[in-house]
């Protein structure tokens, strides 16, 4: 299950926390604390069919699992890969008629390992499935009604030749889903496909502004240093995106994970004043700002709708029109602008209107740098996506300044094993490269660039969509 040792590290008291993680030596930035497979893992419902059940990576042809009809496999070597964890699971798809849930697929493949292998330790694991956090104690009504229903589809799925199993526990093991699950991305990183649980790295608390960052490379997550990290110092990951005001961030996390952030950043609300950040020259009336951010609130709900729709020449209406209405009342790094930059910059992006896109793409960037910890997987991945719109609207200088930016962020959180990581060295080769040749003859580069353009297809860019694909922990299916 684990990557190597877990010498880095040992389990400790937090204060206020409970256990938790510190380092047993000295950290830097871009060090591999530790990586481990996951204990248990799942494909998610919508793309059982396109991504590979053991490795998670997404491919064009798949192979089938000839007896359920229901797994999918990249070629023989994952599929026997696969027949330990798939083998019960097989049977009881047979037998029940159809596969149920990935929350019932997870819980199940969990249980199988558990009967195999028993409650114990696992070798290279600090601490069992039994003993993880459930706090199913904590659920209100909704999440109690919605713990039972997966109890009784548990119960209609699980067969009665397998070792059987207490309401409790069972209870105990969707609670620790719950408040413990991972999302596994593709093996690029850009789309979240799957969702598993990983014992050790259930070890790290929160903060909201971490040392440390969780990246899943290959079939394994990886705990990354964004810093240095001296011995015996507490590891901590985000378990939110930092991108809201403190007050946000704490509603969702006590919604979510049961526990009240105490972080620094949470506690002194540091930045809550830049995304609440209003123009000072002339400064607006607390009325009209009140006013602008429910119009921004309240269009990014209608915004939600059109994309859920594909009508995505709205989604631009409504970006422009919410965007003018900001203009000369909120800054940019208010966190209602930031939002609607984001989808405006995309959605351009994709529709190939690339030069209105890489003006929002740079104001939103700009604001991100001000926000965002310098080593930010997600402000990286921002930046790289800003660098490529901005290359497609012919601004080579822009976007090759933008694309090395990204590659140095994305070295330390994703490392240069990392396929993105790889795609982006190759961009900034070739932006380099580009970025020679305009300097040197910036007439003759812009014609070079037409005939290449006109003489293959436009690279069309990724269909917009809320998934950022950074992991995160709790992807409740």
């Known amino acids: 299950m684990t990557i190597g040792s877990m010498e880095k590290v040992e389990v400790f008291t937090s204060e206020g926390k409970g256990r938790g993680l510190k380092t047993t030596k000295e950290l830097w930035a871009a060090d591999v604390v530790f990586a481990e497979r996951a204990y248990s893992a799942v494909v998610f419902d919508s793309f059982t069919q396109v991504v590979c059940h053991t490795c998670f990576k997404r491919q064009e042809k798949l192979q089938r699992c000839g007896q359920c009809k229901f797994a999918h496999y990249c070629d023989r070597t994952c599929q026997k890969d696969a027949w330990l964890n798939h083998k019960n699971e097989c049977t009881a798809i047979k037998k029940h008629g159809k596969p149920p849930s990935e929350n019932i697929r997870l819980a199940a493949r969990i249980m199988w390992r558990v009967e195999r292998e028993g409650t114990g330790l696992t070798e290279g694991c600090l601490v069992s499935v039994d003993d993880l956090q459930n706090h199913v104690d904590n659920f209100g009504e909704e999440e109690q009604k919605d713990l039972r229903m997966d109890v009784d589809s548990f119960l209609n799925f699980w067969p009665p030749q397998s070792q059987q199993f207490s309401m409790q526990y069972i209870s105990h093991i969707f609670g620790v889903i719950n408040c413990n699950a991972f999302t596994l991305s593709d093996q690029r990183g850009l789309q979240a496909v799957g969702v598993g649980i990983f014992p050790n790295l259930c070890l790290v608390n929160h903060d909201c502004w971490p040392n440390c960052t969780v990246i899943f490379n290959n079939g394994r997550i990886e705990l990354r240093a964004l810093g240095k990290i001296s011995e015996g110092e507490e590891l901590t990951v985000s378990y939110v995106d930092f991108l809201n005001i403190s007050q946000e961030r704490k509603k969702q996390l006590k919604k979510q994970y049961y526990f009240d952030c105490t972080c620094e950043h949470c506690v002194k609300g540091i930045k809550d004043d830049l995304f609440l950040a209003v123009k000072e020259d002339p400064k607006p009336s607390q009325d009209v700002v009140k006013e602008v951010t429910q119009f921004s609130k309240d269009t990014l709900e209608k915004i939600d709708k059109a994309r859920s729709e594909g009508l995505y020449h709205e989604v631009v209406k409504l970006c422009r029109e919410c965007l003018q209405k900001q203009e000369s009342v909120l800054a940019d790094t208010n966190i209602h602008v930031l939002r609607i930059l984001s989808i405006a910059s995309e959605v351009l992006s994709y529709l190939q209107s690339f030069q209105e896109a890489s003006d929002y793409a740079k104001r939103m960037v700009d604001g991100y740098m001000k926000l965002y910890h310098p080593n930010n997987a997600q402000l990286?991945?921002?930046?790289?996506?800003?660098?490529?719109?901005?290359?497609?609207?012919?601004?080579?200088?822009?976007?090759?300044?933008?694309?090395?930016?990204?590659?140095?962020?994305?070295?330390?959180?994703?490392?240069?094993?990392?396929?993105?990581?790889?795609?982006?060295?190759?961009?900034?080769?070739?932006?380099?490269?580009?970025?020679?040749?305009?300097?040197?003859?910036?007439?003759?580069?812009?014609k070079m660039r037409e005939a290449t353009l006109s003489n293959q297809k436009m690279q069309v860019m990724a269909e917009p969509s809320s998934d950022t694909g950074m992991p995160t922990f709790l992807k409740k299916p």
Request: charged share 20%; proline share 3%; glycine share 8%.
């Open 380 to 446: 990286g991945m921002a930046v790289m996506r800003a660098g490529l719109t901005h290359w497609h609207a012919g601004l080579i200088e822009t976007g090759h300044g933008m694309i090395c930016k990204a590659y140095a962020i994305l070295l330390v959180t994703h490392g240069p094993t990392h396929p993105i990581t790889k795609d982006l060295e190759a961009m900034r080769v070739q932006s380099e490269m580009e970025l020679r040749m305009f300097r040197q003859n910036e007439f003759m580069y812009y």
